[in-house]
C-alpha cells in the first residue's frame, strides 16, 4: 500500500450526489474523479463551460460515473441559485457541497487595484458564502439532513501570508465561516469541515504563484520537511473520507495535509537545520562550558 492507492472501499459514496465549485480543473477535478469512482453522482461548475463539458466527459469515460457539467460563477449570487436548481432538478437531492472554486496569483499588495484584492475576496470568500447560502438554505427548508460542506483553504488562513494577501485574508474567512457553521448549523443535521493542503502540483496554482523561474528559484519541496510535494490522490482519499458517513463525528475540523510544511516555516529555530551534523559536538561544548561558569 501507498499514499498513492485509494483508500475507500467500492461504493463508500454510492447515494451521494455532490457539487464540487471548480470541478473542471486541478485539485476539483482530481476529487471528483475519486468521488464517481466511489459511486456518487457529481457536479461540476466553473466560469468555463467547455473546460466543464470536456473534464465531464472525460471522467465519465474513465468511471462510467455521471458527471454533470454546469456554468456557474460563484461570485454571482444569481448564478449560484440557478445552478442549484439545475443540480437539484438532474439529481433530485444534493448532499455534499464541496467550495474548491479559487482565484489567487502572487503580488506586492501596494501594486493591487481595489478591484483586483476584491477579484480574489469574491470569488474565495463571497463565492463560498453565496454557494453555502444558498445549499445551507434549501436543506433547511426542506429539511433535509446529513449534509456535509468541506471548504478549501490553505495554511495560511491561519498565519498569513506576504504576497497573496486577498488570498490569506478571504481563506481566513473561509475557516472562520467553517468553524461557525459548524456549531451554528448542525441542528439542521450539516457538517462542516475544511481541508489545508500544502503545496499539490496543479497548472492554475503554478502558474499563478510560481511563474517562470520562481519555479526552480522556490522549490517548494524543499520547504516541506517529508521533502515532497502532495499527490492528488492523498488529497482525494482525505475529501472522500471527509464527505463520506465514515467521517460522521468530525465537524467544525481543518486537516493540514501539508507534509510538516507550514511547521516548518513558523518555528524560530527551524533554520538550525542548516547547521552541518559535525558541527553539533562543537556546539553542544561550547554550550556546557557556560554553564560551569
Ligand atoms: C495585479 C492583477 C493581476 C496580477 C489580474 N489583476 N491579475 N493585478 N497582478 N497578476 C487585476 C486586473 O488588472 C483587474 O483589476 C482585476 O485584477 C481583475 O482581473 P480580471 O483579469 O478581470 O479578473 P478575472 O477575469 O475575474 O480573473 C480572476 C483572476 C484569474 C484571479 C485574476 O487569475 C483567474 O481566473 N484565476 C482562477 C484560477 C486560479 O487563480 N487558480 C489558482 C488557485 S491557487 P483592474 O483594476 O485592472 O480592473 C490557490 C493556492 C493557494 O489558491 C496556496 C498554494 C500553496
Ligand atoms: P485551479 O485548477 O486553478 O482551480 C481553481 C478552480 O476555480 C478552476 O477550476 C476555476 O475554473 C475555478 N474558478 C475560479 N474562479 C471562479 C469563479 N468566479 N466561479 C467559479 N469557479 C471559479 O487550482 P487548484 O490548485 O486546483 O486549486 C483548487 C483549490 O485548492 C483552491 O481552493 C485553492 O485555493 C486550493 N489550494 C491549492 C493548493 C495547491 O497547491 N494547488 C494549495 C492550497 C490550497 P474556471 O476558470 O473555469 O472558472
Given at each position: 500500500m501507498s499514499y498513492t492507492d485509494k483508500m475507500l472501499r467500492d461504493g463508500a459514496l454510492q447515494g451521494k450526489n455532490i457539487v464540487v465549485t471548480g470541478g473542471g480543473s486541478g485539485l476539483g477535478k482530481s476529487m471528483t474523479r475519486y468521488f464517481l469512482e466511489l459511486g456518487a453522482k457529481v457536479a461540476i461548475t466553473s466560469r468555463n463551460l467547455e473546460k466543464l463539458q470536456n473534464t465531464a466527459k472525460e471522467l465519465e469515460t474513465e468511471t462510467g460515473g455521471t458527471c454533470l457539467p454546469l456554468q456557474c460563477d460563484v461570485r454571482e449570487y444569481d448564478q449560484v441559485e440557478s445552478m442549484k436548481n439545475q443540480v437539484l432538478k438532474a439529481f433530485g437531492t444534493v448532499d455534499v457541497l464541496l467550495?474548491?472554486?479559487?482565484?489567487?496569483?502572487?503580488?506586492?499588495?501596494?501594486?493591487?487595484?481595489?478591484?483586483?484584492?476584491?477579484?480574489?475576496?469574491?470569488?474565495?470568500?463571497?463565492?463560498?458564502?453565496?454557494?453555502?447560502?444558498?445549499?445551507?438554505?434549501?436543506?433547511?427548508?426542506?429539511?433535509?439532513?446529513?449534509?456535509?460542506?468541506?471548504?478549501?483553504?490553505?495554511?495560511?488562513?491561519?498565519?498569513?501570508?506576504?504576497?497573496?494577501?486577498?488570498?490569506?485574508?478571504?481563506?481566513?474567512?473561509?475557516?472562520?465561516?467553517?468553524?461557525?457553521?459548524?456549531?451554528?448549523?448542525?441542528?439542521?443535521?450539516?457538517?462542516?469541515?475544511?481541508?489545508?493542503?500544502?503545496?499539490?502540483?496543479?497548472?492554475?496554482?503554478?502558474?499563478?504563484?510560481?511563474?517562470?523561474?520562481?519555479?526552480?528559484?522556490?522549490?517548494?519541496?524543499?520547504?516541506?520537511?517529508?521533502?515532497?510535494?502532495?499527490?492528488?490522490?492523498?488529497?482525494?482519499?482525505?475529501?472522500?473520507?471527509?464527505?463520506?458517513?465514515?467521517?460522521?463525528?468530525?465537524?467544525?475540523?481543518?486537516?493540514?495535509?501539508?507534509?510538516?510544511?507550514w511547521l516548518k516555516g513558523a518555528g524560530q529555530f527551524n533554520l538550525l537545520e542548516q547547521v552541518p551534523e559535525e558541527m553539533w559536538d562543537m556546539l553542544e561544548a561550547m554550550i556546557r562550558a557556560k554553564k560551569s561558569k
Open positions: 467550495n474548491n472554486a479559487a482565484g489567487n496569483f502572487i503580488s506586492p499588495t501596494e501594486r493591487l487595484s481595489h478591484r483586483a484584492f476584491d477579484t480574489i475576496i469574491d470569488i474565495v470568500l463571497k463565492g463560498t458564502k453565496n454557494c453555502t447560502l444558498a445549499f445551507g438554505k434549501h436543506w433547511i427548508d426542506t429539511n433535509y439532513k446529513n449534509t456535509v460542506v468541506l471548504n478549501i483553504v490553505t495554511t495560511y488562513a491561519w498565519t498569513g501570508s506576504a504576497y497573496v494577501v486577498p488570498s490569506a485574508t478571504a481563506k481566513a474567512g473561509v475557516l472562520a465561516m467553517t468553524r461557525s457553521l459548524a456549531v451554528e448549523w448542525a441542528k439542521y443535521g450539516m457538517r462542516f469541515n475544511a481541508i489545508a493542503p500544502g503545496p499539490f502540483p496543479t497548472k492554475g496554482a503554478w502558474d499563478r504563484l510560481l511563474p517562470g523561474e520562481l519555479k526552480e528559484k522556490f522549490d517548494m519541496k524543499k520547504q516541506v520537511p517529508l521533502a515532497r510535494v502532495g499527490d492528488h490522490q492523498e488529497l482525494a482519499n482525505l475529501a472522500a473520507y471527509l464527505v463520506s458517513d465514515f467521517s460522521a463525528y468530525v465537524n467544525g475540523e481543518v486537516v493540514t495535509l501539508d507534509g510538516g510544511e
